[in-house]
Every structure is written in C-alpha cells, then in structure tokens.
C-alpha cells in the first residue's frame, strides 16, 4: 500500500536560517508528488506539486522541493525562513491519480526571531 | 478563481443530534469532491469520494450510514453527521479537484465540537 513518511513531528528554525522538511514515499511508480502548508484553524494551501520532468520544483513563497527516485524521497527546502512560514507542513502522494490524496503526519515548523 | 468553501467554519451541538457541513465549488464545477477528517495534531485522513449524481465511495473503516454525502449538484456536497458524539469531534476538509490542474483545492475547514 502508498503511504506518506515525515519523520519530523516538529522542527524549530531561527529566522533566515535554512530549512529543509523530510518526505519519502512507498509507492510502486512514480506518484504524484505535493507539498501542502496548513496555518492554525485553516484548510491547505498549495506550495508546490511535481508530476514529471525537472526534478527541482519551484513553489510559491521561495519554497522548492527535489524529487529523488533513487530515495523515494521528495523534501521541501527554503533557503531563508521567514516568522510567517510557522506553520504545519503536509507531504501528500496522489496514487495511482493525481486528485487521490495520501498524506503524511505533517511537521510542524516553528520560527523563532 | 479555483474556491472552495464550506459553511458553517465552526459548529457546537448536542451528543445526539445531527450535523450538515456543506462544500461548494464557487468559481469552478466538480463533479467529485473529497472529504477528510484531521484530529488535533494530526494528519488528514480520507474519508470519503463524493460523486455527484451517484453514491458516495467510502473509505475503509468509514461508517457510511454515520457520515452521510450527498453531491446534490456540480457546485456543492454535503457531509452530515448523523447522531453524532463526542469521539466525531474533529475538524472537516473537504476538497475539489479542478480539471486540467491536476490538484486539489481545499476548503478552509469545519470545526465540529460535539457536547
């Protein structure tokens, strides 16, 4: 069966430090990859998805994700972290399909200034 | 454009009672919609397909006589929860996927606090 790995519950960053969020997947094929970012009391938002091709993915709010076959893995990473970016980040496989969802725990991301 | 939303954001009702939470599509049509269930610090859980104009498809271990859906039309599904208690207590995202993008967009949620 698909399932989704985020072995980070909770990650705590300085502001403008570096950040990279853990994913791996089982899945038999290459799935549908995505990254989702979840602020309190509030439904998903979209960062990024990759389907083919490039294997660096850029999102929306400077975050970008690598695709590693090899690894089954496909990690979030943002070069400088902003105190707005506290918030619960969601590693989704879409398998066999694209609009299936399968996620992992989430990491909780918090941001100190 | 690509909205969704739900309505109510947040509900309290009695142990016994039943509950309707409703999606819909505001800018685009959806002939499936996706419903999920997150507990406190926890991750998203498939619970059901919805499909408009045919029954529902349930995930395993969902009770499909507890969590009634209904896809009433292209723009809107609803979830109620029948006879609820506290243990149905959670928060409810339901999603819809646009045609050609190949993702889905979420609601913002439901809050379900059962007395």
């Known amino acids: 069966a698909q399932s989704v790995t985020q072995p980070d519950i909770h990650i705590t960053v300085s502001e403008g430090a570096s950040l990279e969020l853990r994913c791996n997947y089982s899945?038999?094929?290459?799935?549908?990859l995505f990254w989702y970012v979840q602020s309190p009391g509030q439904g998903l938002q979209l960062l990024l998805k990759y389907f083919s091709g490039d294997t660096l993915v850029q999102g929306i709010k400077g975050f970008e994700a690598e695709f590693k076959r090899s690894q089954s893995s496909f990690n979030l990473r943002k070069p400088s972290v902003h105190w707005s970016d506290a918030a619960e980040y969601f590693c989704a496989v879409g398998a066999p399909r694209p609009d299936k969802l399968i996620f992992g725990t989430g990491t909780r991301l918090q941001v100190f200034p | 454009g690509a909205v969704v939303s739900q309505h109510p954001s947040r509900v309290i009702c009695k142990s016994g009672t039943s509950v309707k939470i409703e999606c819909r599509s505001l800018?685009?049509?959806?002939?499936?919609m996706f419903w999920y269930r997150q507990f406190p610090k926890q991750s998203l859980m498939l619970m059901a397909t919805?499909?408009?104009?045919?029954?529902?498809?349930?995930e395993q271990g969902v009770e499909k006589d507890k969590f009634l859906i209904n896809h009433a039309s292209l723009t809107l599904s609803t979830l109620t929860v029948t006879s609820a208690h506290p243990e149905d207590s959670s928060f409810y995202i339901c999603s819809a996927p646009l045609a050609g993008y190949n993702e889905q967009f979420f609601g913002p949620g439901t809050r379900l606090t059962v007395l």
């Open positions: 899945y038999g094929a290459t799935p549908y």
């Open positions: 919805s499909n408009e104009g045919s029954k529902a498809t349930y």
């Open positions: 800018d685009f049509q959806a002939t499936t």
